[in-house]
């Protein structure tokens, strides 16, 4: 009976220093900035919260691994479970319980996942993560902030909240494809030298080009725009307010994305496929809708179910998207209070 307790002990002590061995190899990849790089540790070693955060402190300061860089060198797949691991590590201090906010999370999710885009994520959190450490004041700009996941683990700031405005996800992340430039952040010229300083440290110089007024940061597929120059922000916003004042009675896109959802029962995502249909002036697939939309909302009077499409086509050319335009008032109103 003792030598077979033995042997158990044997087998058990030996999965253990496998499981070590193995931890040890793939440390690049388990170390991760902040907590979710400690329980990556906890996880594989299996050892308690305040050993792995010891672990962790000593890898920094001793390997000169590039924390920051290795997010991206593992698979879609493990770069998809690193973000959902930040999503749920970040959502205890959100403000939101997971109940309030768990279909929502799971919808965005699930389309982060099909459009391959964790590790755009992953780079938009690092470099928001630098910024805050060198600035209190708003940096994020772009449509991007229509995400929850974004919001909830620190991307977007606290000041753009999608639930509290009214933003619509499907809007800047479509079926299908990924969005052009989801994440852009605006980097003061007070502290550009040194946030140039840390990106070259942790990316390297090869990884950054210019375009269009800005720099494109890139680490594999993924990539966020630096903008440098608040003037562009404000000529755009300029431009948003006069067509702001131009508008109809409902003055931006999501209106009108909610109006379909709400008098026809599109999905969002649905919503989102006829305005970009509408934009680009399809004229065989928006008699299509018109057709569909008429006969989803046959609850209203056939005049006017055909008059709402109507506005809805007309307006939607001259609506803004009010993640953009929120992201760039945020900006505008902590460099410019008066």
């Not at 329980?39 to 050993?51: G, K, T």
């Amino acid at each position: 009976m003792k030598c077979i307790k033995n042997n158990e002990a044997k087998v058990r002590r030996s999965a253990d220093v496998y499981a070590i061995e193995k931890a040890i190899a793939e440390l690049s990849v388990l170390i991760r900035q902040g907590k979710a790089g400690v329980v990556n540790i906890q996880r594989a070693l299996r050892v308690s919260y305040p050993s792995a955060a010891k672990i962790y402190d000593l890898i920094i300061d001793t390997s000169g691994i590039n924390i920051k860089k290795n997010i991206f060198e593992p698979d879609e797949k493990r770069q998809f479970i690193y973000l959902e691991q930040l999503l749920l590590d970040a959502l205890p201090d959100s403000g939101y319980t997971s109940d309030e906010v768990y279909e929502r999370l799971n919808a965005e999710m699930a389309a982060i996942e099909e459009l391959g885009m964790a590790a755009d994520f992953l780079f938009a959190h690092s470099v928001a993560g630098i910024l805050r450490e060198l600035t209190d004041y708003p940096c994020f700009v772009g449509i991007g902030c229509c995400s929850l996941v974004a919001y909830i683990i620190g991307i977007t700031g606290t000041e753009l909240d999608p639930i509290r405005h009214g933003l619509i996800f499907e809007r800047g992340f479509g079926e299908d494809k990924k969005p052009e430039n989801p994440f852009s952040f605006f980097v003061f010229e007070e502290i550009m030298s040194e946030f140039k300083e840390r990106i070259n440290k942790i990316y390297g110089d090869s990884l950054t080009y210019s375009r269009d007024g800005g720099s494109v940061l890139s680490a594999g597929d993924a990539s966020i725009t630096i903008l440098d120059s608040i003037e562009p922000l404000q000529y755009a916003y300029a431009q948003l307010e006069t067509s702001l004042c131009n508008s109809a009675i409902a003055v931006f896109q999501e209106d009108y994305m909610r109006l379909m959802h709400y008098a026809a029962g599109y999905d969002y995502t649905e919503a989102d496929r006829i305005r970009r249909i509408i934009e680009k002036r399809k004229i065989k697939e928006i008699l299509k809708y018109r057709k569909d939309f008429v006969r989803k909302a046959r609850h209203l009077p056939y005049a006017e179910s055909q008059r709402l499409f109507t506005e809805i086509q007309f307006n939607l050319n001259r609506a803004c998207c009010k993640a953009y335009v929120l992201s760039v008032k945020t900006v505008l109103d902590a460099y410019f209070p008066f």
